[in-house]
Every structure is written in C-alpha cells, then in structure tokens.
Nanobody
Framework: QVQLVESGGGWVQAGGSLRLSCAVS????????LGWFRQAPGKKRELVAG???????NYADSVKGRFSISRDNAMNTVYLQMNSLKPEDTAVYYC?????????WGQGALVTVSS
C-alpha cells in the first residue's frame, strides 16, 4: 500500500511562485511514475507533470518552461516548483502514484492565483 500526503498549496498573486510537496510512504515500486494533476472548477482533471524513477519527465504544454517536477527517491518525496503563475493555474492539485499494480491519489492541495 502507498500513501500520499501533499503540502504547499495556497494563495499567490500572478507572477509569483509556489512549491508543492508530496510525501510518499509505503511500498513504492522503482518502476513507478509520480505525477501532479490538477482540476479547475468545472473542468476535467488534467496531467500537469510526471516523473519516472529514473528521472524522465514530461509536462503539459501549458506549464512547460514555468513548472518543474523533481523526485527525491531517498526521501520518497516529489516536488512541483511552480513559477510565473497565472490565474488560469488556479486549481486543486493532486499528487499521483502509478505503480505496476495499482494507482493512488493524494487528497489534493488548492492553489489560487489572483490577477
């Protein structure tokens, strides 16, 4: 079993920065993928960024060049550094673990970007 606990959400003005953290505990597979998704009001949940155990990353086009995902395998933590935030980045951000057998979601962290 894997548990995810997110932290770091909050309110920020447009152009500002925030960093989200996701502490991963339990039986983490080395071939898992950790990622961040987000869901804005009235919209579908979408992938923001993902990172494999070997450090390969992928990003949504809307956040490329502004957001950065990183993974500390020793600490079992995944981070999402968000810079140059825009009002359209406002959403609940979810940490996601996708292993070879099962998938787990975090509880979500609200990020609000004001104009």
């Amino acid at each position: 079993q894997v548990q995810l606990v997110e932290s770091g959400g909050g309110w920020v003005q447009a152009g500002g920065s925030l960093r989200l953290s996701c502490a991963v505990s339990g039986s983490v597979s080395v071939i898992s993928v950790l990622g961040w998704f987000r869901q804005a009001p009235g919209k579908k949940r979408e992938l923001v960024a993902g990172i494999t155990g070997t450090g390969s990353t992928n990003y949504a086009d809307s956040v490329k060049g502004r957001f950065s995902i990183s993974r500390d395998n020793a600490m079992n933590t995944v981070y999402l550094q968000m810079n140059s935030l825009k009002p359209e980045d406002t959403a609940v951000y979810y940490c996601n673990y996708k292993g070879p057998v099962f998938e787990v979601w975090g509880q979500g962290a609200l990020v609000t970007v004001s104009s």
